[in-house]
């Protein structure tokens, strides 16, 4: 079949969840056999998320071709089980950053460059590339920003172009909000055909209309707001709010909305998706009663998405482990010798959480050391095994100086250091390892037994790595080495054996779990928090 392409856009609000929208009509038309990828097109003038504040955008996610993007981007992944790429996630800088280089080279033979038809016609060709592989049936591009934002017009202009050009095998869905004024106690539809008339206006007429509320909408009134938008009445449904994002996909199947789809791009609607193991998933979910507590010590916790992926690994976890998590976040920067005991004292297991720079590394540093010697089922991911490692040195190695150079250039004992290749490099970018490496696990370690095989692959987002020369001191005094990239022999994973679950990874494992393929480590480290917990209980 030839592909088709769905866009997605938003209007009234942003944060309406137009990336759980798209991930969940991916994952009923996945679920009914068809080929399918999502990607994002964000109207920010940055080339990607990655130099970007948590404050500003949430978390950084990292595809295995290590392209930082957007963190919808592991919505689509944990939705669909498909990997994204560079070419899943597109943003105002990266296209106008094209454009100049060609205009730099004289491809466009000394022409006046313009919005029109360059840049339009570039992100035409991004939209298209990865149809252009023949891999896919079904390509969902969300439009990032809300309808009316001077940033997203390039795009929404592109966006109406494509529809002629492509006909029956596009559509689109807007996603609107209709709210809820307590004081009249009704529903307001007026801000939905606001929306709808601001993309009109620049020339797109929305195929399906999906309504996020917090009340039902009546059919009358989706009656209602079909006729004033131009929409078939059977092409209006509702995202009410549910208590999980993965009872999305659920609810969009009862609306019909994979089926609306299948039907207005021509495509043949047969049987239904097969969603057994998505719905054994939220069985799971819907079932379990008994909490196991782990705490999340970071210097964004106060962030909602600052942490997404390691939320939704340990829920993937804990859901799977017949368990409701209750995470609970502990600022690193609020951590001291006085009160480690007060905040850590009754949790199930600890993670220390990934991040850059110095702001609130002491404060792990004390609740790692309270973790170890209390014997805490304990996780430390990217800065927090570099944590761990520098935790062990300057406690039992003795070494009091012990630092990585990245928060003290000058300490006696870099323990977490620059490569040598890295160090000559200015650019923050070129310093990176980014993206998928293979490790080799210890046979006999936690590790291996978590994985259930002696080579993975996972995806990393660091600067730094651990220091080899100090590598036969750790080993001898319990902190072992236990994975290391075959290549380089860069260490990838530490752990204490002694301990009841004490391990850390330079890599970001939160990056591949998904609902149906959970990450292993993640799952070994819920059932070592299960395992204690039960453990105090008797």
């Known amino acids: ?25 991916a994952c009923l038309l996945k679920s009914r056999g068809f080929r399918v990828t999502i990607q994002k097109f964000d109207p920010y003038i940055n080339i990607d998320p990655g130099t970007l504040n948590p404050y500003e955008h949430g978390e950084c996610y990292v595809t295995e071709d290590g392209h930082e993007a957007d963190l919808d981007l592991g919505h689509y992944e944990r939705f669909t089980n498909v990997h994204t790429s560079r070419a899943n996630s597109v943003t105002t800088g990266r296209i106008y950053q094209s454009v100049i280089d060609k205009e730099r080279r004289g491809d466009y033979l000394g022409k006046t460059v313009q919005i029109v038809p360059h840049i339009t016609d570039e992100i035409k060709r991004n939209v298209k590339f990865l149809g252009n592989t023949g891999d896919y049936d079904f390509i969902i591009t ?38 809820y004024i307590a004081a009249a106690k009704e529903l307001k539809t007026k801000p939905t055909q606001h929306s709808v008339k601001a993309l009109q206006e620049v020339g797109i007429q929305p195929d399906i209309l999906v309504l996020r509320t917090e009340k039902e909408v009546s059919p009358e009134m989706r009656r209602k707001i079909a006729l004033f938008c131009n929409v078939s009445p059977d092409s209006v449904v509702q995202s009410k709010d549910v208590n999980s994002i993965y009872k999305v996909p659920l609810t969009m199947h009862e609306q019909h909305l994979d089926e609306i789809v299948m039907r207005k791009t021509g495509t043949p609607v047969n049987g239904e998706p097969q969603m057994g193991k998505w719905l054994d998933f939220v069985n799971k979910l819907d079932n379990a009663t008994e909490k196991v507590s782990i705490g999340l010590v970071g210097k964004y916790v106060e962030l909602q998405d600052a942490y997404k992926s390691i939320n939704e690994s340990l829920f993937h976890a804990a859901t799977y482990a017949d368990r409701k998590v209750d995470i609970i976040c502990i600022h690193s920067e609020k951590i001291n010798e006085a009160n480690v005991a007060e905040k850590l004292d009754g949790l199930d297991g600890v993670i220390v959480a990934p991040g850059f720079g110095q702001r609130g590394i002491e404060g792990k540093f004390v609740a790692l050391k309270w973790c170890r010697e209390n014997d805490i089922p304990t996780f430390g991911i990217c800065l927090g095994m570099q944590c761990m490692v520098i935790e062990f040195a300057r406690n039992v190695l003795g070494l009091e100086d012990a630092n990585s150079t990245e928060m003290n250039p000058h300490t006696h004992d870099n323990v977490i250091d620059l490569m040598e290749e890295q160090k000559n490099i200015s650019n923050l970018g070129g310093t990176m390892r980014l993206g998928a490496y293979d490790c080799e696990l210890r046979s006999g370690s936690k590790a291996a037994q978590a994985y259930g095989t002696l080579h993975v692959r996972e995806r990393h987002r660091h600067r730094f790595e651990f220091n080899n020369e100090y590598r036969e001191r750790y080993e001898n005094a319990g902190m072992e080495c236990v994975g290391e990239n075959p290549n380089a022999h860069l260490v990838e994973i530490v752990e204490i054996p002694s301990k009841r679950w004490y391990i850390g990874t330079q890599y970001h494992p939160e990056y591949s779990s998904t609902v149906l393929s959970p990450s292993p480590i993640f799952r070994s480290f819920m059932e070592a928090a299960i395992a204690y917990h039960d453990e105090k209980a008797k």
């Open 142 to 179: 969300e439009i990032g920003g809300t309808v009316g934002d001077i940033e997203s017009l390039p795009f929404l202009e592109a966006v109406r172009q494509l529809r002629w050009e492509l006909g029956q095998n596009s559509l689109c869905i807007h996603l609107t909000y209709v709210p």
């Open 1 to 25: 079949m030839e592909t088709k392409y769905i866009f997605v856009t938003g209007g009234v609000v942003s944060s309406l969840g137009k990336g759980i929208i798209s991930s969940s009509l």
